[in-house]
């Protein structure tokens, strides 16, 4: 017995599974084709970090052209007192001058007696100084700006350990440095 509609037609129950099986034939092609596409976009991400990562080195250094003193012939000329809110300001005004002001974390921890950050014993009269300091910027361009301000100061900065930290919108660097003065 052949089904048929009202007006004669033949019904054919076979449409609606070849509706099916096509839309699902599309879903596997899109599922395919999204799959083909973050690929290709995670290996064009990791294509630019590399290249990032790459020119944040060739960066660094073309900024590590300083000149370094040996430590006896800069010891007569540090300073024989130790004025936390002097270290301070300088560190304020290296935060103005590089537009880091505009940034919304800076802080600094100034810790006065500390160990020796070197490997060797350099004097019984050498005081250290530690001083923290973290800030969060927009452009990664103004540390290298921060470094270069923070070098220009009349002041003997070592820095101990620093940390650049980089997500989509911002970068948080992190410092320790020392400064010294004579007992």
Same mark, same amino acid.
């Given at each position: 017995m052949t089904r048929t509609n009202a007006f004669g037609k033949k019904i054919n129950t076979m449409t609606p599974v070849y509706l099916l099986i096509i839309l699902l034939i599309l879903v596997g092609f899109a599922y395919l084709g999204l799959r083909a596409y973050t690929s290709y976009r995670i290996a064009q991400l990791q294509i630019e970090q590399s290249l990032i990562e790459e020119s /944040? @080195?060739?960066?660094l250094l073309l900024h590590q052209d300083s000149f370094y003193d040996?430590? +006896? !012939? /800069?010891? $007569?000329? #540090? $300073? +024989?007192?130790? #004025?936390?809110s002097q270290i301070y300001n300088e560190l304020v005004l290296v935060k103005n001058e590089t537009l880091i002001s505009l940034s919304s974390t800076y802080s600094i921890d100034i810790y006065d007696g500390q160990e020796n950050p070197f490997n060797e014993v350099i004097s019984n009269n050498l005081n250290y100084v530690r001083i923290e300091v973290e800030f969060t910027? !927009? @452009?990664? #361009? @103004?540390i290298f700006d921060y470094l270069d301000e923070l070098e220009a100061q009349n002041r003997i900065y070592y820095i101990d350990q620093s940390s650049v930290s980089f997500t989509t919108t911002q970068t948080t660097m992190s410092?320790? #440095?020392?400064t010294f003065y004579m007992n």
């Open positions: /944040i @080195n060739e960066k040996h430590i +006896d !012939t /800069i010891t $007569p000329y #540090l $300073p +024989d007192q130790y #004025l936390e910027v !927009t @452009n990664h #361009l @103004n410092l320790t #440095l020392y």
